[in-house]
């Protein structure tokens, strides 16, 4: 198999980006004339983007997965605002960030009377449903029927918590569970209501827990390894001095057995050790996306063969990106490239030019407005998200987004940090590292594999200008505590 390095992929990944101009299929005001179309959103948990084979993976295959990217768009530059697996939902369900929407980490508990696009689709005729991961400490609002896990749930024999039915186990693998609940969903619910159901997926979230038929997948093979696997963070000091608990390879226990177990059999020299524990990890990591991808690929099937295909639209995206061994973690959360970016697949048929990519900078806020949109429902005015209606339609709006803000909190042993990322910057501020003095900075066009801080370079002076001004303007913007 072709092996491509990370610089050369992410170098690549604006190709074709001129097909995203292209003319769209029907114009909007032709679509709201038709009836409003069906929406399925599929949400893996910790799905990198690029653990997808249509992002360019030498590694993994993603084959269903990848019919949306040849069915329907592809978006290079969708970004995370949270990435944290609750924050994230919550900041995906009410458009806001998390210093509106209140679940700012996992421990928070979740506002469920707040406003949510859910709620707001109910309101404007649509049956709507979520199956799968919840983790929200509340119980779901906004839905007409939830089928949803206690907190992570579990890949075996899963607790659920479902409409009408209080706490149950079902038994069987937690990704077909997931998908057979969502397929017979669809075939119960009211056929006379568009409907909007949410997928959300488990996989790949460890602890690696496999099918059986998937336990020896790879089990022969040598993975390539990343080009940044022994990084040594030198110019980035809060990755470099601090333990960051359960991101790096060398010290990422999470907790489970799994992994202790690994840990005291693995070398004990630094750099044999992470090469043995990146085999370790990323063989399960793989083995629970190819599980993932086939039953993503059941649910495709499902839509096409019960003819909501033509009035469907299909997205599948993740709750955060995820380091796969990159710089040398096993985790997210850090505004990092490997860690804020998503994969974002929509299929839209008669709107979206089957093929197309697009590398406009979209993020987690944007669903709510553009389902909304999509509905004909009104897009309420506090939401800090855009329909991106107009991307999918193979136009960018003049005045389209310049950044995208971005803010972690606590935990897990990493440091609070904050920043603007650009499309060719990123601008990062750790507020409580050295008294607040700290800041990275990265020119992601010279260094994509983000090596080098460059904030206290003198050429780079005037670019920090700009960030800073730009991350003060977003920071007034949104409204954020004390910045405003």
Not at 307 to 320: A, E, K
Not at 424 to 432: A, D, I, N
Request: hydrophobic share 35%; aromatic share 10%; glycine share 8%.
């Amino acid at each position: 198999m072709r092996t491509i390095t990370r610089r050369k992929f992410l170098r690549t990944l604006g190709t074709g980006a001129l097909a995203a101009a292209a003319a769209p299929l029907t114009s909007f005001a032709n679509l709201l004339k038709r009836p409003r179309f069906n929406i399925v959103f599929i949400m893996a948990d910790d799905h990198a983007l690029h653990g997808l084979s249509c992002y360019g993976s030498s590694i993994l295959s993603t084959p269903n997965i990848d019919r949306l990217a040849r069915q329907g768009m592809r978006f290079t530059q969708a970004m995370g605002v949270n990435s944290l697996c609750a924050p994230a939902r919550a900041c995906l369900l009410t458009g806001k960030h998390s210093h509106i929407n209140g679940k700012r980490t996992n421990g928070d508990a979740f506002n469920g009377n707040q406003q949510t696009f859910p709620k707001r689709l109910q309101a404007a005729g649509y049956e709507t449903a979520i199956v799968g991961k919840w983790h929200l400490k509340v119980e779901p609002t906004g839905f007409d029927f939830y089928k949803v896990m206690r907190g992570q749930g579990s890949y075996f024999d899963s607790e659920f918590r479902e409409t009408g039915k209080g706490w149950h186990r079902e038994k069987g693998y937690l990704t077909n569970v997931i998908t057979d609940s969502s397929i017979n969903w669809l075939k119960q619910r009211n056929s006379d209501k568009p409907f909007c159901l949410m997928v959300h997926h488990k996989a790949p979230h460890g602890p690696d827990i496999h099918e059986e038929r998937h336990k020896q997948l790879f089990e022969n093979e040598t993975i390539p390894a990343p080009d940044t696997l022994h990084d040594d963070w030198e110019t980035r000091e809060p990755l470099r001095t601090g333990e960051c608990a359960g991101t790096k390879l060398i010290n990422c226990s999470w907790g489970q057995d799994i992994y202790r177990k690994l840990m005291a059999s693995a070398p004990k020299e630094k750099r044999p050790r992470t090469e043995a524990v990146y085999q370790q990890m990323i063989k399960g990591y793989m083995r629970l996306v190819a599980s993932l991808d086939e039953n993503v690929g059941r649910l495709l099937d499902y839509i096409d063969e019960a003819g909501l295909r033509d009035s469907t639209m299909v997205v599948y995206t993740s709750d955060n990106g995820f380091f796969l061994g990159d710089h040398g973690m096993y985790n997210k959360m850090w505004m990092y490239e490997e860690s804020i970016k998503l994969p974002l697949l929509i299929r839209y048929p008669g709107v979206v030019k089957p093929g197309t990519v697009n590398d406009d900078l979209v993020c987690m806020l944007d669903f709510a407005p553009t389902f909304l949109e999509i509905a004909g429902a009104k897009i309420p005015e506090d939401l800090q998200g855009r329909s991106i209606m107009s991307l999918l339609q193979g136009r960018t709006p003049a005045e389209w987004r310049e950044g995208v803000y971005y803010h972690f909190y606590t935990g897990y042993g990493i440091p609070e940090h904050y920043g603007v990322r650009t499309k060719t910057h990123k601008l990062l501020h750790f507020p409580t590292f050295r008294d607040g003095s700290y800041w990275e900075l990265f020119d992601l066009t010279e260094d994509a594999d983000e090596l080098t801080n460059v904030y206290t370079k003198p050429e780079y002076q005037d670019v920090s200008k700009t960030l800073h001004a730009l991350l003060t303007a977003y920071e007034k913007k949104l409204k954020v505590p004390g910045k405003s």
